[in-house]
């Protein structure tokens, strides 16, 4: 397999900043409605050795790009007592959403620069062009991946706000178990898997050129 280091790093980059503004996002939106642990823990931070999972931040993202397979992944979760938050599970859900919601704000303004200044059709070379290609693909796939409703992922609080409490019961025994889930449908079923996120990746992308008048 031929590897082309430049664009690797260039994936990597944007990976880490990605994933620092994702969970950023989540420490200061927790930090608003009252908790201040992901402060204490230091991880109101750029530093990315404080988010970065070896696993969900480098490997997974580097074998999906390698594999030409739609790029995600995620970062080490912030640590949040719900206990502090205003609104309880809705205040929960608002930090998780935050996460989610920085990527699609990551994807939306790289693309709207992107698109206004031709850097996404190569007026700034071919360079240029892959670093916003990369930072809209792979934030829409760290958007869609992180809104799976499996614990411990984003979407898995926003669900579990509005669910009734039985559901809840089961939605907080997954929690232990959630990762392995995770990594279960990546790797038995990453060929569908993979179809899906690209499917919700045009679809956004299609949304965005809607709303530029290109569609």
């Known amino acids: 397999m031929n590897i082309d280091f430049l664009s690797l790093f260039i994936v990597l980059a944007v990976i880490v900043f990605s994933v620092i503004l994702h969970e950023l996002a989540h420490g200061i939106v927790a930090y608003w409605l009252g908790d201040d642990t992901a402060k204490n823990a230091g991880r109101l931070t750029f530093n990315p050795i404080k988010h970065i999972d070896?696993?969900?931040?480098?490997?997974?993202p580097v074998v999906l790009y390698l594999l030409k397979a739609p790029v995600f992944?995620?970062?080490?979760?912030v640590p949040i007592n719900s206990y502090n938050l205003k609104w309880r599970e809705w205040g929960m859900a608002l930090?998780?959403?935050?996460?989610?919601?920085?990527?699609?704000?990551?994807?939306f303004l790289s693309?709207?620069?992107?698109?206004f200044t031709g850097y996404l059709y190569g007026a700034g070379g071919e360079i240029v062009?892959?670093?916003?290609?990369?930072?809209?693909?792979?934030?829409?796939?760290?958007?869609?991946f992180n809104l799976i409703p499996i614990p411990p992922l984003d979407g898995s609080r926003v669900l579990y706000a509005i669910a009734p409490d039985g559901f809840r019961n089961i939605l907080a025994q997954m929690e232990r178990y959630g990762f392995i889930m995770v990594y279960m449908l990546i790797f038995l079923f990453g060929e569908v898997f993979s179809s899906i996120m690209l499917n919700g990746m045009n679809g956004i992308l299609n949304f965005f050129y809607w709303v530029v008048g290109a569609r």
């Not at 992944?73 to 979760?77: E, L, M, N, Q, S």
């Not at 062009?129 to 869609?144: A, H, P, Q, S």
């Open 129 to 144: 062009k892959f670093i916003f290609t990369e930072l809209v693909f792979i934030n829409l796939g760290f958007m869609i």
């Open 95 to 107: 930090v998780a959403i935050a996460g989610p919601l920085t990527n699609f704000l990551i994807a």
């Open 73 to 77: 992944g995620g970062a080490k979760p």
């Open 111 to 115: 693309f709207l620069i992107g698109h």
């Open 54 to 60: 070896p696993i969900m931040s480098i490997l997974v």
